[in-house]
């Protein structure tokens, strides 16, 4: 159906206004002719009943005629008119593709173009280094050419030197001549004195190697008796132990025998003679404690004064 009120009639109104015209009744021409209404489909089938109608026998043989042609004619303006717009899409689309290509190669030139440009660039400045450098050389060249021609006279200045100085070099050859005939004099005189030197060094060496195994020998002599005297102080302390535990006996036997003797006052006289027996047994235990003890420090003082003796006779290590 017909959307916003399109029928037949004003699909054939809108076809014969155009035809009148002399316009092609196209779809699009007779909906813009409808005011833009109406669905192409509908004015499509309209336009195809229309177009199918036959002559009217009322019409002029003219206007009779030409209605079938005008049909073909449009029929073929259609046809001519899809075909051309394939064409035109086919063509669009070749366009925008070669237009693409040569956006791409314009893109490309563009970048070659600026590489070059920076290169051209790079060139100028190197260029206009090189020139540079070119004049510097060139102010450089003719310093070294001045210097050179300085330096030629110092040259030919030292050469004048050196003639001086060969001769001068020739008086000292003579001289050092003579200066190494007496320095061969003098290390004559020199080696024989140090042959006397080293032989009287290599004597004293020998001497103070005899010293040497000397002190060694009193060295394991004194050793020897720092042990005697060191298993005598071990003795010693041993029996000072054992002197000091029997004077303890002694003061406890004591210290016993004054509280019996304060209990039994009978035997007092006994008793008195038991003291001063132990009490003379006790002076001669102190007597003998103190001899050791003097025996011990002796000892000790022995070993001490003998050990410095040792390391005063031990020559020090070089």
């Not at 489909?41 to 002029?60: G, H, S």
């Not at 020998?217 to 005697?228: H, M, N, P, R, Y």
């Amino acid at each position: 159906m017909a959307r916003g009120g399109i029928n037949k009639a004003l699909v054939q109104e809108a076809y014969t206004a155009l035809l009148g015209r002399g316009r092609r009744p196209s779809i699009d021409a007779v909906r813009i002719e409808l005011g833009n209404t109406g669905s192409k489909t509908t004015i499509a089938r309209y336009l195809k009943e229309l177009q199918a109608v036959p002559i009217n026998t009322e019409l002029p043989l003219q206007e009779r005629v030409s209605a079938p042609i005008l049909a073909v004619v449009v029929s073929l303006s259609e046809q001519l008119a899809q075909e051309a717009e394939v064409t035109l899409n086919h063509e669009r689309e070749q366009f925008a593709a070669e237009q693409a290509d040569f956006r791409a190669e314009l893109s490309q030139r563009t970048r070659e173009l600026k590489q070059a440009q920076a290169q051209i660039s790079d060139l100028t400045g190197e260029l206009a280094q090189a020139r540079s450098q070119n004049h510097a050389v060139q102010a450089r060249l003719t310093e070294e050419q001045k210097e050179t021609v300085t330096l030629q006279a110092k040259v030919q200045e030292l050469l004048t030197q050196l003639a001086e100085k060969q001769h001068q070099v020739q008086t000292l050859n003579d001289t050092s001549a003579h200066a190494r005939e007496s320095l061969l004099h003098f290390r004559e005189a020199s080696k024989e004195q140090r042959d006397a030197l080293v032989r009287q060094h290599e004597q004293q060496v020998q001497q103070v190697e005899q010293q040497l195994r000397t002190l060694a020998q009193a060295l394991d002599g004194k050793q020897d008796t720092v042990i005697g005297l060191s298993r005598d102080n071990a003795r010693l302390t041993s029996e000072l132990t054992a002197s000091a535990k029997r004077n303890q006996i002694l003061d406890r036997q004591m210290e016993r025998l004054n509280q019996q003797l304060a209990e039994s006052t009978h035997t007092q006289g006994d008793m008195k003679a038991l003291v001063s027996s132990l009490s003379s047994q006790l002076e001669q235990a102190h007597s003998r404690y103190e001899k050791l003890q003097h025996t011990y420090t002796q000892n000790l003082l022995d070993s001490e004064r003998l050990k410095q003796r040792v390391l005063e006779l031990t020559p020090a290590q070089p």
